[in-house]
């Protein structure tokens, strides 16, 4: 006998507006008008009183955009019981599930005329739509356009079965991050890993804020930094190509242990509630350790997937292959690592070597190739949660490569359709949301190296050094706090 219910959690209307009422007061307008106003006096005193005013007026000005906003969804939760926009994470997928998709897009396509704030959740929701051509128009915000014409996207609705057909394409992002597993992603290079992780994390950062990212980088590609850039809250990058062996373990030790400049990992993930580590290229640090005999890589990939799951603490790896038997690790009897596989139409000769692994589901090549072509990006994902095969989504580049054509980012379009659509539906950052976010994008690891050369500013730099300071202190950022190596 099964405990398993799908109607378990299932609500009234009475119960789902009680919920969306209370997600519209779980806000901090008093915390952001106290902290602008703190800002504003650290700003009067390094720079000048005229700057404090201005940063105050700012804070008060969004505080009160913010609050028009939530009583504008309050209102439509009582006088329309429109909530399908408000709700956010587990709440707005359980809500889907129970109502269906016609109704949540009658209320999407209402609170877009009504010009309605929209959550994460509901924008990652239109985005998805969008993605398997589902009418996505009707259900766009006002003041976002999707660049691809709706024509268009009906007719590829047209088509036949084998081609963009969306009943074939998993949705592997939403597979790997909600709820976060821990995963081994594998495919040889080009073949989308890097990709696919970006759009991952940026889920995880959208519906588990607390959730830090600890990111270990041995390829340190600078057109690949906008895979982690805002996401991340520690990386550290090593160009280790041509390096020897034992000094790719020494500075994995290094990454693991920290220096006398950065903290390790294992004291970072210690301070942490939840945390993520994302390990690329396992097969360049896994033929280092081999070749040193050095295991602490595979052992703790071991320890977090079989220990980490009370702690909220996961890993995902990053390989060219599912041998990663020189890491220490036999997949095949670790069931607690979910296997991913990428494959593009350039590369299925790899499948061939992969047939003998013992961790994929027997390759069936014709299948792959009908998946591949059924995929908008011409690539089949293998999903070890639930031992399927699928056709690869299209998602958004935040490389500055386009790897399939060797040439700069041809899928800039995609990255600024959702940076429109969430300009669209957010209230502007304040001053000191703005300056957060330039310090979580910035690929300074000093703050003098920040201030000095991505503001420009060389006569106030102590000045502004403090001021950020204490605004990161204020805000109590532990990713800032550990990326500046600030004392607390």
């Given at each position: 006998m099964t405990r398993f219910s799908i109607t378990k959690?299932?609500?009234?209307?009475?119960?789902w507006s009680a919920l969306a009422f209370k997600a519209t007061t779980e806000n901090n307008i008093q915390w952001n008008i106290a902290l602008g106003l703190i800002v504003?006096?650290?700003?009067?005193?390094?720079?000048?009183?005229?700057?404090?005013?201005?940063?105050?007026?700012?804070?008060?000005?969004?505080?009160?955009?913010?609050?028009?906003?939530?009583?504008?969804?309050?209102?439509?939760?009582?006088?329309?019981?429109?909530?399908?926009?408000?709700?956010?994470g587990d709440d707005f997928r359980g809500y889907v599930q129970q109502v269906g998709y016609d109704s949540v897009n009658k209320e999407l396509q209402f609170a877009s005329s009504q010009e309605y704030e929209f959550s994460n959740a509901a924008i990652d929701y239109i985005?998805?739509?969008a993605q398997v051509n589902e009418s996505p128009q009707a259900l766009i915000p006002n003041g976002y356009t999707l660049t691809t014409p709706t024509s268009s996207l009906a007719a590829n609705?047209?088509?036949?079965?084998?081609?963009?057909?969306?009943?074939?394409?998993?949705d592997i992002v939403r597979e790997i991050a909600s709820p976060i597993r821990n995963c081994i992603i594998f495919g040889i290079?080009?073949?989308?890993?890097?990709m696919l992780v970006a759009n991952a994390l940026r889920r995880i950062?959208?519906?588990?804020?607390?959730?830090?990212?600890?990111?270990?980088?041995?390829?340190?590609?600078?057109?690949?930094?906008?895979?982690?850039?805002?996401?991340?809250?520690?990386?550290?990058?090593?160009?280790?190509?041509?390096e020897s062996p034992e000094n790719i373990c020494k500075w994995m030790d290094e990454v693991l242990d920290g220096t006398d400049e950065s903290i390790g990992y294992i004291e970072w993930a210690n301070n942490q509630e939840e945390s993520l580590l994302v390990i690329d290229e396992g097969s360049t640090l896994g033929d280092a350790a081999k070749k040193c005999r050095n295991e602490r890589i595979g052992t703790l990939i071991l320890h977090i997937s079989s220990l980490g799951g009370s702690s909220k603490e996961n890993v995902w790896l990053l390989a060219q292959s599912p041998y990663v038997g020189p890491l220490g690790l036999n997949l095949s009897a670790t069931?607690?690592?979910?296997?991913?596989?990428?494959?593009?139409?350039?590369?299925?000769?790899?499948?061939?070597?992969?047939?003998?692994?013992?961790?994929?589901?027997?390759?069936?090549?014709?299948q792959i190739n009908t998946l591949i072509k059924a995929s908008p990006c011409n690539r089949a994902v293998f999903f070890g949660g639930n031992s399927t095969w699928g056709a690869m989504p299209e998602l958004p580049n935040y490389s500055a490569l386009d790897r399939d054509n060797d040439k700069p980012t041809g899928d800039s379009l995609s990255t600024e359709q959702r940076q429109q659509l969430r300009a669209a539906t957010a209230t502007p950052l304040s001053p000191s949301q703005q300056m957060i976010d330039f310090l979580?994008?910035?690929?300074?690891?000093?703050?003098?190296?920040?201030?000095?050369?991505?503001?420009?500013?060389?006569?106030r730099a102590d000045q502004l050094k403090t001021a950020i300071i204490t605004l990161i202190r204020q805000t109590d950022h532990q990713g800032l706090i550990y990326k500046f190596n600030i004392d607390v």
């Open positions: 959690n299932q609500k009234t209307p009475e119960q504003a006096a650290v700003a009067a005193s390094a720079t000048s009183p005229l700057t404090g005013a201005l940063i105050a007026g700012w804070t008060i000005y969004s505080s009160f955009k913010k609050a028009q906003s939530i009583q504008r969804n309050q209102a439509a939760i009582r006088e329309y019981g429109c909530i399908a926009h408000i709700l956010d985005e998805s739509t609705t047209n088509t036949s079965s084998s081609v963009h057909n969306p009943t074939h394409i998993i290079g080009g073949s989308g890993k890097g950062k959208a519906e588990k804020p607390n959730r830090k990212i600890f990111y270990i980088d041995p390829k340190n590609e600078p057109s690949e930094y906008g895979y982690t850039e805002g996401v991340v809250d520690v990386v550290r990058r090593k160009k280790c190509k041509n069931s607690q690592i979910t296997a991913v596989a990428i494959i593009s139409d350039k590369n299925t000769n790899v499948l061939k070597q992969w047939k003998k692994s013992p961790i994929l589901e027997m390759i069936d090549l014709v979580e994008r910035t690929r300074h690891l000093t703050l003098e190296d920040f201030i000095v050369k991505e503001l420009g500013e060389n006569e």
